[in-house]
């Protein structure tokens, strides 16, 4: 269907708009980034700063995409492509500030954690559900029948290990008072973690049934399952450790039984 001139000049206008803002981002990643390169201590900081700047431009990009679908009835992919990367980049900056590290003690990256301390739990909490957010926007404006569809569990098992790895447990252990400042961050946090990890792992075993038929998600699924199994534990979640341990010992079966069928 052909876009009518005037419609596809007045996106044109606003999308100069939202070019401009992300340059204006560009700008401040590169500021930072300079920065960071003077001053190693504060790293984590300008890492986390840029991983901010990041998710800025993963939200213009979307914008965009559902400008042109709004005033064009166009979805535009390579918008929605530049922030399903944009995403990958946040991911990449935050493995720097806390690990992206499956199958640790929960308390692996504590020296990490202790160099963030001033990026305290609420600020913790806001930048995950500012990701999550943006992660279900691209996921809705690519639309079902997008070739992307077995590339989501990734992202959502990034998020739900970078959201355990800047968890301070060892916070959680010791602040159980509900008067304690961010005692109910921490909490939310935690909840949300607990149900990050057990989603993401069902999503990377229907990857396994529906496409991949690749042990190798089985096995992703069962390690971020091991990792909510050892929070459980530390938490005292009797009924989360049980539903775990379950859904750890189907994983390993059914691996053995991959394992097998392939020697055939």
Same mark, same amino acid.
């Given at each position: 269907?052909?876009?009518? !001139?005037?419609?596809?000049?007045?996106?044109?206008?606003?999308?100069?708009?939202?070019?401009?803002? #992300?340059?204006?981002?560009?700008?401040? $990643?590169?500021?930072?980034?300079?920065?960071?390169?003077?001053?190693?201590?504060?790293?984590?900081?300008?890492?986390?700063? $840029?991983?901010?700047?990041?998710?800025?431009?993963?939200? *213009?990009?979307?914008?965009?995409?559902?400008?042109?679908?709004?005033?064009?009835?166009?979805?535009?992919?390579?918008? &929605?492509?530049?922030?399903?990367?944009?995403?990958?980049?946040?991911? %990449?900056? +935050?493995?720097?500030?806390?690990?992206?590290?499956?199958? /640790?003690?929960?308390?692996?990256?504590?020296?990490?954690?202790?160099?963030?301390?001033?990026?305290?739990?609420? +600020?913790? &909490?806001?930048?995950?559900?500012?990701?999550?957010?943006?992660?279900?926007? %691209? $996921?809705?404006?690519?639309?079902?029948?997008?070739?992307?569809?077995?590339?989501?569990?990734?992202?959502?098992?990034?998020?739900?290990? *970078?959201?355990?790895?800047?968890?301070?447990?060892?916070?959680?252990?010791?602040?159980?008072?509900?008067?304690?400042?961010?005692?109910?961050?921490?909490?939310? +946090?935690?909840?949300? *973690?607990?149900?990050? %990890?057990?989603?993401?792992?069902?999503?990377?075993?229907?990857?396994?049934?529906?496409? /991949?038929?690749?042990?190798?998600?089985?096995?992703? !699924?069962?390690?971020? &399952?091991?990792?909510?199994?050892?929070?459980?534990? +530390? /938490?005292?979640? /009797?009924? #989360?450790?049980?539903?775990?341990?379950?859904? $750890?010992?189907?994983?390993?079966?059914?691996?053995?039984?991959?394992?097998?069928?392939?020697?055939?």
């Amino acid at each position: 269907m052909a876009v009518e !001139a005037s419609a596809k000049k007045e996106y044109n206008a606003k999308i100069s708009e939202q070019k401009k803002i #992300l340059a204006e981002y560009d700008k401040d $990643i590169a500021a930072l980034k300079k920065s960071m390169a003077s001053n190693k201590k504060l790293a984590p900081f300008f890492h986390i700063g $840029i991983a901010s700047k990041i998710l800025k431009q993963v939200d *213009v990009y979307i914008d965009m995409n559902n400008l042109s679908e709004r005033m064009m009835g166009i979805k535009n992919n390579a918008n &929605l492509d530049t922030a399903k990367r944009l995403l990958n980049n946040l991911f %990449l900056e +935050m493995e720097k500030v806390v690990t992206l590290n499956l199958d /640790t003690t929960l308390t692996h990256n504590k020296e990490m954690l202790d160099q963030i301390r001033p990026f305290n739990p609420r +600020m913790k &909490l806001n930048f995950y559900k500012y990701v999550e957010k943006s992660i279900r926007r %691209l $996921i809705a404006a690519y639309g079902e029948n997008t070739k992307w569809k077995w590339s989501f569990p990734e992202l959502w098992a990034k998020l739900a290990i *970078v959201g355990k790895n800047i968890l301070d447990f060892r916070e959680i252990q010791a602040k159980r008072d509900p008067r304690e400042e961010f005692f109910y961050d921490r909490q939310e +946090m935690l909840n949300i *973690v607990k149900e990050a %990890l057990f989603s993401a792992s069902a999503q990377y075993r229907d990857k396994f049934e529906i496409s /991949t038929k690749s042990s190798n998600d089985l096995v992703y !699924a069962m390690k971020l &399952l091991q990792d909510l199994r050892k929070i459980a534990t +530390m /938490t005292g979640d /009797t009924e #989360l450790g049980k539903k775990c341990k379950s859904g $750890i010992d189907s994983y390993k079966t059914r691996i053995k039984s991959e394992d097998k069928t392939k020697q055939k």
